[in-house]
């Protein structure tokens, strides 16, 4: 009987498991990849722009601009209103989110924001984003 | 080896129906589904017998070539249960035409039905199981109302990019009720104007209610054979020039730009393969889930230059009477919509080429394009057909 190579040691966990325990311990990481250097989000095990193996897990900067814009209308006996944005970071790669902070209506596509992870309690953390104000814009 | 050139035409549409379309209560998908499929058959005046290729896809059911080949008491030697969402039964054309052309099979039979206003197990329920079937760990903890948050994330960056209004894309919708009001099998056949569109219930802005299509029951089938076997058979063949689908991503947030869709691909490689150019098209079908849908198919298709879909549409262009037929039968938005649209578009072109629009028919129709759309913008499928004198 012969054994695959691939099943002789243990593989640990998934790039999607790390990613989500990093974010609920606070931190949002995205992934860089060492042979094209482009950035990659959502996190996978191969480059989808190169095919090489697993990008690393890098921290971005975490600013951004709005790249698309809705606000999901909800009755208010339900919560209301809610953004459903997509963010651009700097590092060039975007990602579903909302922007906190400021009525849904009042995100506009360009607008400056920094992320941040939310933990829910007892729940999986969420990159969420604010609208940076002022100089730091 | 046979080139796509060289099936240009090889095959065509022999028969079509639809059958359910609006509310059907107290049906299942399967028997909406088989009725289509039985019209079908029969339109082309063939027996149930002779359908030797099946093509299917169900937004369900993970299986469904099982059931339906069960239900109708076939034994096909030619299978192809590909689901890319709406544009799966466009997307199944150039398969099935190679299946046709290596004698693999000889006539195919492609059907799609739900019940879906009127079942139990709705739209509601089918997201709701998505989300343990085919998760989305990147975009559902965000609560997207999908599919028409994506599509209004899309529609935000065209007005943003390209100055696109409101107005434009109520032109759409105003444009498929006015088309609906010509065809008695739409489903909704109101008066419906710019401002009816504008003052509708906003869902995702910038997109109201109006701005989104119908959930209707429905069921549509085709059958497909070789153009020599077409010849031979009762209805006037509707040949397939040119056909070919295009996916590049499935999330919203993962397309590379929410202004230009994979149609572009599929458009470019349809009218490649059929020898034509936008300008050589008579009428129009888009898979119009939202009105926005028809800005970037016009565009990606080549029908105007990308960012002018808005001015295109303006003062009733694709309405009866318009510059460019488009949705003759009233589209996704104001005609039928039962989860997945596509088969509508492709029959809705087949009986504008045969002359059977009635009312709405678009006088001396000899070419058409039909277009399907899946997932949230992600799957692309175009179809461009013709008659025997296009050949
Ligand atoms: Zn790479």
């Known amino acids: ?57 890098v921290a971005p900067a975490g600013t951004g601009a709005v790249y698309a814009v809705t606000t999901v209308r909800r009755k208010p006996e ?28 009042d995100v506009r596509i360009g607008l400056r924001v920094r992320a941040r992870v939310v933990v829910p309690p007892g729940g999986s953390g969420i990159v969420v984003f604010d609208a940076i104000t002022g100089d730091a814009a | 080896m046979t080139t796509l050139k060289q099936l240009r035409g090889s095959a065509a549409i022999a028969g079509v129906a639809t059958y359910g379309c609006g509310e059907s209560p107290g049906h299942t998908d399967m028997e909406l589904l088989a009725e289509a499929a039985r019209r079908a058959v029969s339109d082309a005046g063939l027996a149930m017998k002779d359908i030797d290729g099946l093509c299917t896809a169900s937004a369900s059911a993970t299986m469904w070539a099982m059931p339906v080949v069960e239900y109708l008491g076939l034994r096909p030697s030619y299978i192809d249960s590909t689901m890319l969402g709406g544009s799966s039964f466009i997307a199944h054309l150039l398969p ?62 065209h007005m943003h990019e390209f100055g696109t209004t409101r107005c434009d894309l109520a032109e759409v919708a105003v444009a498929a009720r006015a088309w609906a009001r010509l065809n008695p099998e739409a489903f909704m056949r109101d008066p419906l104007s710019i401002d009816d569109v504008l003052g509708a219930r906003m869902v995702c802005d910038p997109l109201t209610v109006r701005d989104s299509c119908l959930v209707t029951d429905g069921a549509g ?15 006037e063949p509707v040949h397939v020039l040119g056909t070919a689908t295009a996916v590049w991503n499935r999330q919203i947030s993962s397309m590379h730009d929410l202004t230009t869709t994979a149609a572009r691909d599929s458009g470019r490689a349809a009218f490649a393969m059929a020898g034509l150019a936008p300008s050589d098209i008579d009428v129009v079908e888009l898979y119009d889930a939202f009105t926005i849908n028809v800005l970037l198919f016009l ?50 072109a087949v009986r504008q080429l045969r002359g059977e629009g009635g009312d709405r028919q678009v006088a001396g129709a000899r070419t058409a394009l039909a277009h399907g759309n899946g997932g949230t913008l992600s799957s692309q499928a175009t179809a461009v057909l013709g008659l025997a004198q296009t050949l």
């Open chain 2, 96 to 157: 099935a035409m190679q299946a046709l052309a290596s004698g693999q099979c000889n006539a195919v039979l492609v059907c799609y039905g739900s019940a879906q206003r009127t079942a139990t197990f709705g739209r509601r329920e089918v997201v709701a199981s998505r989300r343990y079937l085919d998760p989305q760990p990147y975009e559902t903890p965000y609560e997207p109302m999908q599919p028409l948050s994506a599509y209004a994330l899309a529609a935000s960056r």
């Open chain 1, 78 to 105: 339900a919560g209301g209103d809610y953004n459903v944005s997509i963010v651009e970071l700097d590092e060039g790669v975007r990602l579903m989110s909302r922007v906190e902070g400021m009525p849904p209506a």
């Open chain 2, 299 to 348: 565009e990606d298709l080549g029908f105007c230059a990308k960012g002018e879909g808005g001015a295109f549409v303006r003062g009733g262009a694709i309405a009866p009477g318009g510059r460019l037929p488009v949705n003759t039968n009233g589209g996704g938005l104001s005609c039928v919509h039962p989860g997945m649209y596509g088969i509508f578009a492709l029959i809705e």
């Open chain 2, 221 to 235: 089938a085709f059958v497909l054979v070789r153009a020599d076997r077409a010849r031979d058979l009762p209805r």
């Open chain 1, 1 to 57: 009987m012969t054994h695959s190579s691939t099943t002789s040691k243990p593989i640990g966990t998934g790039v999607l498991a790390r990613h989500q325990a990093e974010l609920d311990a606070g931190r949002f990481l995205i992934q860089r990849c060492g042979a094209c250097q482009r950035a990659v989000y959502f996190p996978r095990v191969l480059c989808p722009h190169c095919g090489a193996e697993e990008p690393a897990l």
